[in-house]
C-alpha cells in the first residue's frame, strides 16, 4: 500500500553539557573542562522509491542523538549523528509547529527539517585573568522538536487520468516498461503507478469519479498527484454511451480541485476503440474534436494508434 501522507514527530538531539574539571598536574593547573557536542540534526533527502514514506507507518517519534557532554583535559563531547530520513522525490514537508512549508524536487536534494543543539562550553572557556580556577559551564541547548506532515505530489511529465476502467493503466504498461495491474473492473488502481518514456515521466493516476474533489472514490487522496504534471493524457472509453459527458464529469472536477489543472495542456485519447464499430469511433472522435482539435482515437492492440502516441511524447520530450 502506498503512503502518501503521514505525520510525524522529530526531535533533534540535545546539546551536550559542558565539563568543570581542572588539571591536576604539577605546574599545569588551570582549567581543562571540555565543551559538549553538538546534538545530531535530522534532514529529508530526496529518493527515486515511492514507497519511502512506509518507514513511518508505525514509527512516527524520529529522535536524533544527542551530543556528549564534555570532559576533563581539554577533551570534547562527540557530536551526536546526524539522522536521514529517505523520501520520494515530490515531497512536501509541511512544518505545523512553524508553519513553513519545503519541497524535495531532486533525487539527493536535502533539507534540514530540526537544527541539533548546540553543545555548552566548558570551564576551560571561562578563564580569565581574575578568574584563574571558574567553575562555570554552560547547558547543551535543546534540539528543535516539530510535528511535520510529510505529503508526496508526484512529479511526472506526463499525468493519465479517466474515468476508472478508462485503460490507463494499459496504455502506460505499452508505452514503458511499468507493470501496472490490469483488469476489466472499475478501480483496477488502487494508487499512483509510474512508468519512463525515455527522459519521460508517466505517470497512471487511479480513477476519477465526480465528486472526487469532495472526497468520493479514491478521492482527493490522488488529485494532488496530477497538480505538478506538465500534460495530461484524458483518457476516455470508447463503449462509453457520452463521451462528452465524460470528458465534462472529470474536468469539473480537475477545476474544482484546482484552477490550474484546468489550464494543463491536454490530450484526449478515446481508448479501447477497437471494443466498438467504427462508425461508432468515427461519431464519438467527432464530438470529441469539438471539445479539443487534440482528440485521437486509440487502442492498445493497434500498433499504428500508439505510434500517434509516441509521437505526441516524442514531441513533448523534445521540447523538455
Known amino acids: 500500500m502506498l503512503i502518501d501522507d503521514v505525520t ?5 538531539g540535545n546539546g551536550g553539557n ?21 546534538g545530531g540534526s535530522i534532514y529529508c533527502e530526496g529518493v527515486s522509491d515511492l514507497n519511502a514514506l512506509g518507514q513511518f507507518r508505525y514509527e512516527k517519534d524520529i529522535k ?4 556528549g557532554p564534555g570532559r576533563g583535559q581539554f577533551r570534547d563531547g562527540a557530536d551526536g549523528n546526524d539522522l536521514i530520513l529517505k523520501v520520494p522525490v515530490g515531497m512536501v514537508i509541511h512544518n505545523l509547529t512553524a508553519e513553513t512549508e519545503s519541497e524535495i524536487t531532486k533525487i ?9 543543539g548546540r553543545g555548552g562550553k566548558g570551564n576551560f572557556h571561562f578563564r580569565s585573568s581574575t578568574n584563574t580556577t571558574p567553575k562555570q559551564f554552560q547547558v547543551g541547548l535543546p534540539g528543535e522538536q516539530f510535528t511535520l506532515r510529510l505529503e508526496l505530489k508526484l512529479i511526472a511529465d506526463v499525468g493519465i487520468i ?3 476502467n478508462s485503460g490507463k493503466s494499459s496504455l502506460l504498461n505499452e508505452l514503458t516498461k511499468a507493470k501496472s495491474k490490469v483488469a476489466n473492473y472499475p478501480f483496477t488502481t488502487l494508487e499512483p503507478n509510474l512508468g519512463a518514456y525515455y527522459e519521460l515521466i508517466l505517470a497512471d493516476i487511479p480513477g476519477l469519479i465526480e465528486g472526487a474533489s469532495s472526497g468520493r472514490g479514491l478521492g482527493i487522496k490522488f488529485l494532488r498527484h496530477i497538480e505538478r504534471t506538465k500534460i495530461i493524457f484524458h483518457l476516455i472509453s470508447a463503449e462509453s454511451e457520452d463521451p462528452a459527458k465524460d470528458h465534462k ?9 484546482s484552477s490550474e489543472l484546468s489550464k494543463k495542456t491536454e490530450y484526449i485519447f478515446l481508448s479501447k476503440s477497437d471494443a466498438v464499430p467504427a462508425k461508432d469511433v468515427k461519431k464519438k472522435i467527432a464530438v470529441l474534436r469539438k471539445i479539443s482539435k487534440k482528440a485521437f482515437p486509440i487502442s492498445v492492440y493497434d500498433w499504428d494508434s500508439l505510434e500517434k502516441v509516441r509521437a505526441i511524447l516524442n514531441t513533448i520530450q523534445s521540447k523538455k
Do not use: Q, T
Not at 510525524?8 to 533533534?12: D, E, F, G, R, T
Open 8 to 12: 510525524i514527530k522529530v526531535s533533534a
Open 108 to 116: 539527493g536534494a536535502r533539507v534540514l527539517i530540526a537544527k541539533g
Open 18 to 38: 559542558g565539563a568543570v574539571a581542572f588539571n591536576k598536574n604539577l605546574m599545569s593547573l588551570g582549567p581543562v573542562g571540555g565543551s559538549g557536542g553538538k
Open 162 to 164: 479517466g474515468l476508472p
Open 64 to 67: 536524533a542523538k544527542d551530543g
Open 249 to 257: 464529469i472529470i474536468k469539473k472536477e480537475l477545476e474544482k480541485y
